[in-house]
């Protein structure tokens, strides 16, 4: 299973970006999918995650500018950043819980995307 991560690059402070994750292999079936960020020098945090139900949860600093969705039929995850801040900036990482085809449930991480953002 690969999560292959798109969309970051460099904004001005108030503008808006989209992050999409698409996954791909021998899938079955994808439980939990969702977005963390990591700065340089600092452990990774939580984003927003949603569920195979569609059901979400944000972290409290990205609350009402950050909105996380998901196409099941496309196993691919989108996180919409608006009202970025300078201290969004950091690189993005998916992750995704997933059922393979060996029915085996693995956690997948992409491989990162950095969002920069000005003052």
């Known amino acids: 299973v690969q999560l292959q991560a798109s969309g970051g690059g460099s904004v001005q402070a108030g503008g808006c970006l989209r992050l999409?994750?698409?996954?791909?292999?021998?899938?079955?079936?994808?439980?939990?999918m969702g977005w963390y960020r990591q700065a340089t020098g600092k452990q990774r945090e939580l984003v927003a995650r949603?569920?195979?139900?569609?059901?979400?949860s944000y972290a409290d600093s990205v609350k009402g500018r950050f909105t996380i969705s998901r196409d099941n039929a496309k196993n691919t995850v989108y996180l919409q950043m608006n009202s970025l801040k300078p201290e969004d900036t950091n690189v993005y990482y998916c992750?995704?819980?997933?059922?393979?085809?060996?029915?085996?449930?693995?956690?997948?991480w992409g491989q990162g995307t950095l969002v920069t953002v000005s003052s």
């Open positions: 992750t995704a819980d997933v059922l393979t085809r060996d029915w085996r449930r693995n956690h997948y």
């Open positions: 999409s994750c698409a996954a791909s292999g021998s899938i079955v079936s994808i439980n939990l």
């Open positions: 949603i569920e195979s139900d569609g059901s979400t």
